[in-house]
């Protein structure tokens, strides 16, 4: 799928990454096609899903959610335990995102909160309380290098 974009998909996308705001007419005069072709271009991307949706970067320590917690998780080896940890982790508002992973641990989850505090709910009500969790380790982000950057291809 990827063979299919052009210089110019790639530069559209790009400076989408960077701004999802951008007018059109702007986005045409920087990848130098009309504002016509542009969006059938963005409409194209967007359609064979090389584009799945424009949201604004809220500013979390802005809005109460300053703390960003990484949580290994370990599981126990039962048919169930996977699919009933990944359905939990997904109705999390707190988990902003969820990997399974390779290695010493089954799952890595990014957690944001709002303080310690917030983070010590989390880890009563929801993951202490989990079937099939057998073991936490947990990882307080005391700095962010490099956050939600944009994709370089």
Do not use: W
Request: proline share 3%.
């Amino acid at each position: 799928m990827e063979n299919c974009l052009d210089k110019t998909d790639r530069q559209i996308l790009r400076l989408l990454q960077n701004n999802g705001r951008i007018h059109n007419t702007d986005l045409a005069d920087k990848v130098r096609v009309s504002p016509a072709t542009c969006h059938r271009r963005v409409q194209r991307l967007f359609d064979e899903g090389y584009i799945s949706s424009v949201q604004a970067r809220v500013d979390a320590s802005r809005v109460g959610l300053g703390m960003v917690v990484l949580v290994g998780v370990v599981l126990e080896r039962t048919p169930q335990s996977f699919p009933t940890f990944e359905a939990a982790m997904a109705a999390q508002p707190a988990v902003l995102d969820c990997y399974l992973v390779a290695g010493d641990f089954d799952y890595f989850l990014k957690v944001r909160v709002a303080d310690v505090e917030g983070f010590d709910r989390f880890h009563t009500d929801v993951l202490s309380v989990l079937p099939h969790v057998r073991q936490t380790r947990t990882f307080f982000v005391l700095r962010a290098v490099a956050d939600a950057r944009e994709y370089a291809f």
